[in-house]
């Protein structure tokens, strides 16, 4: 025998407690009859008090800044949302498509003893993967940063030999990002943005430099063919000073 | 100190003052977040989610409707921006029972998250419709009618979502010999 649609909204409404004395009277009433009726109620207050006490997540320390960053400085009325409107819409293939123009920049500015250690790997499997790197990257190191100057996380992940930084950053001003390595056998290998003007980068024996502001997606390719345990020392400077310093680390 | 309420934050975010937008962000920041993960089952995702939002609510500013209250506005953005998520990524359709089962990660660190995170992988078994009323009323704490502002639909649509929501999900949980 099912319930009457009656009883049964009765039952949710005792459960959510918006149900009035006079229809909790006559719910009492009726389930005092009904084993039935008693055994729904049963039920959905299970259910109801398992779903109250699924846990509060606490969001990362850094998203408030990260947020606050992407607002632009000075009065909400003088507002830019075409800069956020375009970087959310940005397709995750943009990173494709800047791709190459990333990897011109770089080799422009690598240091030639660089570029002679062994030819640029090809990295646009890497690159198509970004947006999905936890399924298909492993990840070995990752800092969470919370500074006025600059907010996100780096992520250190490996694929193969190549060990790729995955910088999700906010600044609100420009700040360098130096990350120096000191084994001479891991040489820098590529880089990807998700904007092709938003961040420059600059590869010398042992330390990449970038330069950004505002909310940036990118990532550095270093090659590591043997595959050795590296440790990776973050710099991140905002006016000649450093404001925040970090090792990321691979293997050890 | 009395705080102040949203409708007189919000007056001042129109007016410029950013650092009402500021407190809003404080004081929304977590419902957000995880109204954005009940909806997505993805700490990555949900994170997204919550800085378009935020970034949403200070773009369309001006086009608050004062008469309407803030949360309703803010959880509304949330929904329709988790749902969009699902969409891009083609995880529309609720997933197939077997596969709603986390892999593992740091949310299965203890037996209680054991259970949560059970109730979240029967929660993406179903549809977003029932899914959101199930966030709004268990994870964001609405009434009935807070639910129908921030979806505008009827009361009687809300308590008869939930119903089936529920339903579905105590079915769901049972399969899994978690509720009887």
Known sequence: MSIDSRYSDLIQADIDGEISAEDKADLDAYLAASEEGRALHAEFATLAASLDEIGELVPPTHLKHVILNQVPAGSVSSKRPGLVKRFFEAPVLGYIGTFAAGVVLSLALVDSDQISTGAFDDMTGLVGTIANVDSVNAVHDTVSIDESEVAG??????????????????????????????????????FAQLESSGTSVAAEAGTVKLEMNGKRRYAVYLNNPGRRPASIEMQFVARGEVIYETNLEFGT | MIKPDD????????????????????????????????????????????????????????????QRRFFSWIYRITLNESINWLKKSNRLDPIDDNLADDSGGPEKEADNQQLSESMQAALMTISPDYRQVIVLKHVLGCSYEEIAEVLDIPEKTVKSRLYSGRQLLKEKLSERGMHS
């Open chain 1, 153 to 190: 996380t780096v992520t250190l992940r490996s694929n193969g030999p190549i060990l790729i930084l995955d910088f999700d950053l906010s600044a609100p001003q420009t700040i360098q990002v130096i990350a120096k390595y000191s084994d001479q056998t891991i040489w820098f290998n590529g």
């Open chain 2, 7 to 66: 409708k007189t934050l919000m007056e001042r975010c129109i007016k410029g003052d950013r650092q009402a937008f500021e407190v809003l962000l404080v004081r929304y920041e977590k419902p957000v977040y995880n109204a954005a993960y009940r909806m997505l089952h993805s700490r990555d995702d949900a994170r997204d989610v919550t800085q378009t939002v935020f970034l949403k609510v200070f773009e369309r500013i001006e086009q608050f409707d004062p």
